[in-house]
């Protein structure tokens, strides 16, 4: 595994930022201060510059990294939240990121515990730990005898796709193994030209681990200056005439605290099997397939400083070059198709068909982002894989009332897919209209390597290419499918949604639709309608206190379950109300009391920004729920005239 001799000088220039795969995060600007540095080449060197969608408020710098176009984004701060808000950006301005890597430093596990997958050494300062999954080990409830950890299914984050997982498998081998830690000692001694970034190796002497529950002796004052007379832990590795960084594959816990408490590592370490802490990557994780990287600057006590970070944000930014020095890009744009035999070209011109997959791949193509607030709705998800996967059932309808949540929740399921399906592609096709239909349908051609053709309609070629073996087993999420002329035709609406859905054993495909005479149509059985209600009591004060702040419910308690149960806990009411109370800063109860004592349907009528709907949704409630009557009034003209009479 000869670094140099497999790599090419520089990838390709990109032509847009579709071209990007490979998206670098940092928190800390001396993290991205040593990821900067080991890139092989700048693009705004050569005066290109690719800036970023409207709406991203994230900031790039844009380069080459061995055989990788890649992009490093900067986080404003350290958090998951800053994590989450980061990646979904990204993910805005570059939609074709096959993999994130969380770059920085960490705290490490001196002993870490040893499970049935990882064998781990001893972890000094400075050694770099590759994450082969994430334990968001703050995300739970605090019961009357202690915090106790979310642990199930849906509430864990997913294991990382099958790529990853089979490329940290071969990591782990003797040889790979070696080799990545040569090139990442190579790679880390170039840091002495650039002497701002101050990475030279601290010394063994200032790797310090005291017992555990040994107290740092005074705050704001380091340990030689505080007194910290406790004998230090004996370092087999430290005792070694060269200590060099060596790299660790294992769990990492992810949380907003920061770690300064050995007693409380050791718990975690204990239950959760982890090797390292930091506090972005959970964040990053349900967005991005992601690999954290990141160097051990501290053992997560009170002992902590900062007189490790420099030198450990330079050991990772070592290993992740190293790390896509090993990584192979995907291509999907250069690799020509294989020349056909005769036979292959005479089919092709009988079939007339101009649509050719360059390469056959998995492809995630939804056009939304993945929204890192998303709460509950665990009942609803188990019931879709069970209908889908395990039944399988071809067709299933998710109907509910405007801003139930009915698109969210497809769009957990597609994430759940691509996480932990990796042979099943997932499309996304939006029925709001004729035209986002076939722009729903480009989009896909442009992910799955079609050709466009002039002689042939979009639709038509997803159509033919879905209902082949070409595409693989599939997902096919038809969203806003509501308006049933549309989807299934009239005598004045000839150019329906369904004769351009494809047929094929290995589809499957969820509608979502606020009609129950189009769930009906479209699941063609009454067992395959998944009615979606308001959220229940915890899902929607949950949901409310990630948009606006946990500590605000907890001192207005009263006022928001008054509010939540006015709103009926529909979550788009509850996401329009936190909009509001966060633009104009005031409390629950003081829009509670705007609710009760002024126009509620004018209160509910003011727009708001949502990144995680469609751009041409209306996102006001009172505007949603009115088009929910209108399609009623068109479709039941008696109950339209109960509603009325009920209001």
């Known amino acids: 595994m000869d670094l140099p001799s497999r790599l090419d000088q520089r990838p390709h220039r990109p032509a847009s930022r579709n071209d990007f795969e490979i998206a670098i995060l940092c928190a800390l600007t001396l993290e991205a201060d040593a990821v900067d540095h080991v890139f092989d080449h700048h693009w705004k060197k050569d005066g290109i510059t690719y800036d970023k969608a409207p709406g991203d408020s994230n900031y790039y710098i844009t380069g080459t990294i061995h055989r990788h176009n890649v992009v490093l984004a900067y986080m404003p701060d350290e958090g998951k939240v800053n994590g989450a808000v980061v990646a979904t950006n990204c993910r805005l301005s570059f939609p074709n990121i096959r993999l994130a890597l969380v770059v920085g430093v960490c705290a490490a596990v001196p002993f870490p515990r040893s499970d049935s997958t990882s064998r781990v050494d001893e972890i000094v300062l400075g050694d770099v ?11 739970g409830r605090m019961q009357p005898e202690g915090f106790k950890r979310k642990a199930t299914v849906m509430d864990n984050l997913g294991r990382p796709n099958q790529e990853i997982r089979t490329f940290l498998r071969m990591l ?19 840091f002495k030209t650039e ?6 190796y601290p010394g063994f002497e200032n790797d310090r681990l005291f017992p555990t529950g040994y107290r740092h002796a005074t705050d704001g004052k380091s340990c030689d200056e505080g007194g910290c007379a406790q004998p230090l832990v004996k370092r087999r590795r430290l005792q070694q005439p060269d200590v060099q960084p060596r790299v660790h594959i294992g769990l990492i816990a992810s949380g907003d605290m920061v770690m300064k408490s050995s007693f409380h590592r050791d718990i975690i370490v204990e239950d959760e099997k982890v090797i390292a802490f930091e506090m972005e990557s959970a964040g990053v994780w349900d967005v991005f397939p992601c690999v954290v990287i990141k160097g051990a600057c501290d053992y997560a006590d ?6 490790w970070q420099r030198y450990a944000a330079a050991t990772a930014a070592s290993c992740m070059k190293a790390f896509l020095g090993e990584w192979v890009p995907s291509n999907l744009q250069t690799i020509p198709a294989p020349a056909p035999s005769s036979s292959t070209v005479t089919a092709e011109l009988s079939t007339a068909q101009p649509a050719v997959v360059t390469t056959k791949t998995v492809v995630f193509c939804v056009p939304l982002p993945v929204n890192p607030r998303f709460v509950g709705r665990t009942q609803i998800l188990n019931e879709l894989q069970t209908k889908l996967f395990d039944n399988d059932n071809g067709k299933i309808a998710l109907v509910g009332l405007a801003g139930v949540g009915k698109t969210q929740i497809a769009l957990q399921l597609a994430v759940y897919v691509r996480d932990n399906m990796q042979d099943r592609s997932v499309f996304w096709l939006s029925a709001l ?5 076939e722009q729903s349908c480009r989009l896909i051609m442009k992910q799955s390597g079609l050709k466009d053709s002039d002689s042939k309609d979009p639709k038509a070629i997803i159509q033919d290419y879905l209902s082949s073996e070409r595409a693989g087993r599939w997902l096919l999420i038809v969203d806003n499918a509501d308006d049933k002329s549309l989807l299934f035709g009239s005598d004045e609406v000839t150019e329906c949604i369904k004769k351009h859905l494809p047929q094929s054993e290995s589809g499957l495909m969820l509608f979502t639709t606020r009609s129950r005479q189009v769930a009906s149509a479209a699941a063609q059985c009454a067992e395959n309608i998944i009615p979606v209600l308001g959220m229940s009591d915890q899902e929607a004060r949950e949901h409310l206190g990630k948009k606006t702040s946990s500590s605000e419910l907890n001192r207005n308690e009263e006022a928001t379950e008054s509010l939540l149960q006015r709103l009926t806990n529909l979550p788009l009411a509850i996401t329009q109300a936190a909009a509001y109370i966060n633009e104009n800063q005031i409390s629950i109860a003081t829009y509670l009391d705007l609710f009760d004592n002024t126009d509620a349907v004018q209160l509910i009528s003011n727009h708001f920004y949502d990144d995680t709907r469609y751009k041409e949704s209306d996102n006001a409630v009172a505007t949603t729920l009115l088009v929910s009557f209108r399609q009623i009034s068109e479709t039941n003209e008696l109950a339209a005239r109960l509603l009325t009479f009920l209001a």
């Open 129 to 139: 730990i590759i994450s082969n999954g994430v334990v968001e080990y703050d995300h």
């Open 172 to 190: 782990k081998g003797v040889r790979p193994g070696r080799e990545l830690r040569q090139a990442m000692l190579e790679q880390l001694s170039r």
């Open 195 to 200: 002497p701002k970034l101050d990475a030279d």
């Open 302 to 307: 009170s002992h902590k400083t900062k007189g």
């Open 433 to 437: 209209s004729m035209p986002s239909f």
